[in-house]
Every structure is written in C-alpha cells, then in structure tokens.
C-alpha cells in the first residue's frame, strides 16, 4: 500500500482545510487508517483514525470537535477536515494506514510522505 498526502498549507487562525490521503493497493476492510502531526521538536502524535470497514472513528482530545476524519471507498481516499484551526495545530501532518489501527504508530505499517499545515495568528 503506497499513500499519497495532499491538502496542506497556510492558514490563518480559526480558518479550515481538508487533507486528502490517497491510497494505491488493496485495503481490506479490517483495515485502519490514521493521521498523525509532529510539529517541530516535538514528537509524532495520533490525530485520528478511521476503520475502513465499519467506518468507526477516533479522535485525540486536542482535536475532538475541531476536526472529522472520513474515507471515501471508491476513491480509496481518507480525508481529515480541519475546522477553527490553532496555531497549535501547526505540524507535518501524516497518513497512516495499518491492520490494528490505535493510537501508536507502531500500530501503523504504512505511511505517506506528510504535508506541511501552518497556522498563522
């Protein structure tokens, strides 16, 4: 499974994106997909994941309520829209896809190359 981020960019504070997370290979239905950031110094952090099957979802408490995780099958794409967004959430954000799913990244076996998102105040 090979995975393709897009999406990312300048935004002020309290302004919105969309990353887009773009999937070539099979990917089953017990399948998860995720969204990491790391934020420079810092190290990565779960942001939210997805099961490709059931559709269920999960979120980190920093973005609970801010941001929404969906896949779209027959695209094989999973997007992350990002609402009221914070300075704070300035990072690299990264896609993950994997079989356990979770909140670690040693949850994830595949990963995308990451996108830049920058929130200005």
């Known amino acids: 499974v090979q995975l393709q981020a897009s999406g990312g960019g300048l935004v002020q504070a309290g302004g919105s994106l969309r990353l887009s997370c773009a999937a070539s290979?099979?990917?089953?239905?017990?399948?998860?997909m995720g969204w990491f950031r790391q934020a420079p110094g810092k190290e990565r952090e779960f942001v939210a994941y997805?099961?490709?099957?059931?559709?269920?979802?999960s979120y980190a408490d920093s973005v609970k309520g801010r941001f929404t995780i969906s896949r779209d099958k027959g695209k094989n794409t999973v997007y992350l829209q990002m609402n009221s967004l914070k300075r704070e959430d300035t990072a690299v954000y990264y896609c993950?896809?994997?079989?356990?799913?979770?909140?670690?990244?040693?949850?994830?076996?595949?990963w995308g190359q990451g996108t830049q998102v920058t929130v200005s105040s």
């Open positions: 993950a896809a994997g079989p356990f799913g979770g909140s670690r990244s040693i949850d994830y076996k595949y």
């Open positions: 290979g099979r990917i089953f239905s017990s399948s998860v």
């Open positions: 997805i099961r490709w099957g059931a559709g269920t979802t």
